[in-house]
């Protein structure tokens, strides 16, 4: 396994975009593949299938793009051959001023470029907060 600066690159330039507003990036890095999966923030966000996948990341992009802005705060990005992987610690911040400290993770593959088939982001909570102890 190697760090891969090229990953953390990647990473960078998708939340540069969504930040824009710009949906292009998905198609760059979103393959057609059937076992593309994204896990977001809300249960409801369980997506498997790249059209799918696709489909809603673009949505989410046009209904937040520009609104919100993505800041990797931490970014390591890996790579063992055509597979690599990163972690993202991630502030969203909100035209109100409000922030939210995220967390995000990618598997990729390398196919004519890295392509995204996993992501996963999440919000920490303290256990405490929701009764695991």
């Not at 991630?90 to 990729?108: C, E, H, N, Y």
């Amino acid at each position: 396994m190697e760090r891969s600066s090229e990953i953390e690159e990647l990473v960078g330039e998708w939340f540069a975009a969504i930040s824009r507003g710009d949906a292009s990036v998905v198609d760059r890095y979103v393959p057609a593949d059937p076992v593309v999966r994204v896990v977001g923030t809300d249960p409801d966000e369980w997506f498997q299938g790249g059209e799918l996948v696709a489909e809603s990341l673009r949505g989410e992009i046009a209904g937040a793009g520009r609104d919100l802005t993505y800041t990797p705060d931490e970014t390591e990005g890996y790579r063992e051959g055509d597979v690599g992987w990163a972690a993202v610690r991630l502030t969203v911040s909100f035209p109100d001023g409000k922030r939210i400290q995220s967390r995000w993770t990618a598997v990729l593959v390398r196919r004519e470029g890295w392509k995204f088939v996993q992501t996963h982001a999440s919000i920490a909570v303290p256990n405490e907060e929701v009764g695991w102890t």
